[in-house]
């Protein structure tokens, strides 16, 4: 009986094992996990890509946004950009180039600087008795600078009077305040006197024609009063100017210019520069 017991013992332990060591060589579903792999990694690309694909969204519009921004700025620079064009005068034998300027702050001074800019372009005409069917005339125009507030312009020609031995060459200059309509001259940004000492003086520098010892010399023999009532009739602004003025200045970027008369061998008119940071 107890051998009995004993071997249904051994049978049952034995069966337990059997059934235990079967269960530890149980088949793993490698289908299932690489499926299961396959699907948490295209999960995870598809999150990131998703990501990526906002992020692109994303930057794109901030481009968007400041190339818009951008165009804004060039749009609001440009409206506040005065514009200039150049418009010519015929009459007969002359022609007289002047500015048109347009798109100024205050549009209501638009008319008023034009005519006032037209005006003292075709001024040479009538100071030097021009007649148009006889003598003839051609004078161009340079926008020297032109901003919001102010236009320099110059004026560069030649004279050939009916009769006349040889032509004469010309340079006269407007400056235009934009905000007043007004022209301003040397008196507005230099002293007559102070300027009349350095054209005579070794410190003298020339624009045109540049460098000339012989007009430098001829500067120097000059008198120091007869060039300081040169001066103080200098552009279209000095007090008491009766007929066309003898010499002209315009300032630009600080440096102030001044045309001055020479003899005709000299090239009829020289021009000074000055620049008062280094005097």
Same mark, same amino acid.
């Given at each position: 009986?107890?051998?009995?017991?004993?071997?249904?013992?051994?049978?049952?332990?034995?069966? *337990?094992?059997?059934?235990? !060591?079967?269960? #530890?060589? /149980?088949?793993?579903? $490698?289908?299932? %996990?690489?499926?299961?792999?396959? &699907?948490?990694?295209?999960?995870?690309?598809?999150?990131?890509?998703?990501?990526?694909?906002?992020?692109?969204?994303?930057?794109?519009?901030?481009?968007?946004?400041?190339?818009?921004?951008?165009?804004?700025?060039?749009?609001?620079?440009?409206?506040?950009?005065?514009?200039?064009?150049? *418009?010519?005068?015929?009459? !007969?034998?002359? #022609?007289? /180039?002047?500015?048109? $300027?347009?798109? %100024?702050?205050?549009?209501?001074? &638009?008319?008023?600087?034009?005519?006032?800019?037209?005006?003292?372009?075709?001024?040479?005409?009538?100071?030097?008795?021009?007649?148009?069917?006889?003598?003839?005339?051609?004078?161009?125009?340079?926008?020297?600078?032109?901003?919001?507030?102010?236009?320099?312009?110059?004026?560069?020609?030649?004279?050939?009077?009916? !009769?006349?031995?040889?032509?004469?060459?010309?340079?006269?200059?407007?400056?235009?305040?934009?905000?007043?309509?007004?022209?301003?001259?040397?008196?507005?940004?230099?002293?007559?006197?102070?300027?009349?000492?350095?054209?005579?003086?070794?410190?003298?520098?020339?624009?045109?024609?540049?460098?000339?010892?012989?007009?430098?010399?001829?500067?120097?023999?000059?008198?120091?009063?007869?060039?300081?009532?040169?001066?103080?009739?200098?552009?279209?602004?000095?007090?008491?100017?009766?007929?066309?003025?003898?010499?002209?200045?315009?300032?630009?970027?600080?440096?102030?210019?001044?045309?001055?008369?020479?003899?005709?061998?000299?090239?009829?008119?020289?021009?000074?520069?000055?620049?008062?940071?280094?005097?």
């Amino acid at each position: 009986m107890r051998k009995q017991h004993v071997l249904f013992a051994a049978l049952a332990a034995a069966v *337990a094992l059997s059934a235990s !060591g079967c269960k #530890s060589r /149980e088949k793993i579903d $490698l289908d299932t %996990l690489h499926t299961s792999e396959a &699907e948490t990694m295209a999960s995870t690309e598809a999150s990131g890509g998703d990501k990526e694909k906002e992020t692109e969204k994303e930057t794109q519009k901030e481009t968007e946004k400041e190339t818009e921004e951008t165009q804004k700025g060039a749009d609001s620079s440009s409206a506040l950009s005065v514009r200039s064009k150049i *418009a010519t005068e015929k009459q !007969g034998k002359t #022609s007289i /180039e002047y500015a048109v $300027l347009s798109n %100024l702050r205050d549009p209501k001074m &638009e008319d008023a600087v034009n005519a006032l800019i037209k005006e003292k372009a075709l001024q040479v005409l009538t100071d030097y008795q021009i007649d148009p069917a006889a003598d003839t005339l051609s004078v161009k125009c340079t926008v020297v600078s032109l901003d919001k507030n102010k236009a320099v312009l110059t004026y560069e020609g030649s004279l050939m009077v009916n !009769g006349a031995a040889h032509p004469s060459d010309l340079f006269y200059t407007t400056t235009v305040d934009l905000n007043k309509g007004t022209l301003q001259g040397l008196s507005d940004y230099a002293d007559a006197y102070t300027m009349a000492g350095y054209i005579l003086s070794d410190d003298c520098v020339l624009k045109k024609p540049a460098d000339s010892k012989e007009a430098l010399e001829y500067l120097k023999t000059q008198d120091l009063n007869a060039m300081w009532e040169i001066l103080k009739q200098c552009d279209f602004t000095a007090e008491n100017l009766e007929g066309f003025p003898q010499s002209f200045s315009y300032e630009n970027q600080g440096v102030i210019y001044m045309a001055v008369p020479v003899p005709h061998a000299l090239g009829d008119y020289v021009i000074v520069s000055y620049t008062p940071d280094t005097k």
